[in-house]
Structure formats: structure tokens, C-alpha cells
């Protein structure tokens, strides 16, 4: 059994809270972006959280959300960390982070060299990176499309803050992710739907079991 991290992202129902939380996820994940179908509004992601033992963190995804909505998310539902998923610059990763004084994940899209950089640059400001592919073309949602980046972009490379790898990863694909980026931390969302938004509590329980026993 490998102690890595498991962050099951997108969640809407309790019992699928529930099933992640018993089956030894670490991260637990709620959409603020209408535009997602797993977008939860404050009062259902409150309910939900409700659920979530201590030792697991509740992590609020926003893209490019302004102050107002922050502050809602934040004075209404207990959350931990905040990953932010859009196009927010490193200033307004720093000031997000001064303005909660919680932990902030930026989510950096990858699709070729190039796109490395951006990620060193973020490891300045954030607290953890979220290694993510890139949305395809005219997505309206940047994120939760099930599409993987090439892994051996970011084979052997480590960076000044703890990073979690995510992009079309399930319970097929993790253990060999894993096994080529040396990735300590894995994020999903549609790899463990059975439709976009639909969460499935034996694909989460197996998705979570591939990423720990390979
Ligand atoms: O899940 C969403 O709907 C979502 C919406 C907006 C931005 C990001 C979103 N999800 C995140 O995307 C990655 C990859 O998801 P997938 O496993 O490929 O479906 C993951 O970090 C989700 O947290």
C-alpha cells in the first residue's frame, strides 16, 4: 500500500461523499462554477461538508470567481483549501491566500513544454500546484473534461511546493500515471461519473484502491 493522496473532486450527493471519505480519500472537492455539471451552490456544498471528517480536506474549486463570491463560499461553508482553476494570476493567487489565510491550489494546464514554466512561477505564491491537462479549444468549463496530458512531460521534475497531478486519470490509467511522474497526489473528477456530473461510489472506491495498492 503507497501513501498517495487521493482527491475525489466534483462532488454532489452525500453518499458519494461518503463512499470517498470511507474508502480513504484526502482531499474532497466542490464546483463553484455554474457552468459545471457539478456545480454546487453554497447551501448544498455546506450540507455536504457537514460530512466530511476532520483529517480530510474540503477544497472549494472556483475559476476566476471575484471577492464577493469567495467571500460567500467561504462564510457559509467550512472549507479548507482553494483550488483555483482559472486564469488567476500569481498576484491574485497571493492575495486570495492573504485574504482567507487558507491554503490556495493553483491548477496549471499542460500540453506541451512550454507550458512548465507556468508552473514554477506559481510554486512562488501557492501553496500546492494542481498539474492538470489542458481544456480543449473553446471549452466553456477549463477543467473535469476527462483528457490526460502526456505524462512524460513532467516525468522526474519536482517543484518548490507539494503537487497533485490530475487530468483523465481512472482507475485503469492511475497506477501507471503514478508510476511515470512519481506523482505523491492524483485529482479526479470524470473518471469515476459514469455520465458528466454523475458520480458512481464503486468508481470511486476503485479508482481510490488503484491509486494506493499498485
Ligand atoms: O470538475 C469540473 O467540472 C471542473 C470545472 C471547472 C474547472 C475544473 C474542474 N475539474 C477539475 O479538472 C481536473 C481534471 O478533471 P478530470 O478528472 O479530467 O475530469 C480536476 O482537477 C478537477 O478537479
Not at 17 to 44: C, H, L, M, Q
Not at 82 to 95: D, F, I, M, N, Y
Request: charged letters at 20%; aromatic letters at 6%.
Amino acid at each position: 500500500m503507497s501513501d498517495v493522496a487521493v482527491k475525489i473532486c466534483g462532488l454532489t450527493e452525500a453518499r458519494h461523499v461518503t463512499a470517498a471519505v470511507e474508502a480513504g480519500a484526502r482531499y474532497i472537492g466542490f464546483v463553484f462554477f455554474p457552468k459545471s455539471p457539478r456545480n454546487v451552490d453554497v447551501a448544498t456544498a455546506a450540507k455536504l461538508a457537514a460530512d466530511v471528517p476532520p483529517g480530510v480536506a474540503k477544497v472549494a474549486l472556483v475559476v476566476d470567481a471575484n471577492d464577493a463570491t469567495l467571500d460567500e463560499i467561504a462564510a457559509r461553508v467550512p472549507i479548507d483549501m482553494w483550488q483555483l482553476h482559472g486564469k488567476e494570476s500569481p498576484e491574485r493567487v497571493a492575495e486570495v491566500r492573504a485574504r482567507f489565510g487558507l491554503p490556495v491550489m493553483k491548477a496549471v494546464g499542460v500540453a506541451d513544454e512550454g507550458d512548465l514554466a507556468a508552473l514554477a512561477a506559481y510554486a512562488r505564491v501557492a501553496d500546492q500546484l494542481l498539474v492538470d491537462a489542458k481544456p480543449p479549444k473553446g471549452a466553456e468549463v477549463p477543467g473535469g473534461q476527462g483528457v490526460a496530458f502526456d505524462w512524460r512531460l513532467i516525468a522526474g521534475r519536482g517543484w518548490a511546493k507539494p503537487w497533485m497531478l490530475a487530468g483523465g486519470l481512472t482507475a485503469q490509467n492511475v497506477g501507471l500515471a503514478i508510476g511515470l511522474t512519481g506523482a505523491r497526489q492524483v485529482d479526479v473528477s470524470s473518471g469515476v461519473e459514469t455520465a458528466p456530473g454523475h458520480k458512481d461510489s464503486d468508481l470511486i472506491r476503485a479508482f481510490i484502491t488503484a491509486a494506493q495498492v499498485r
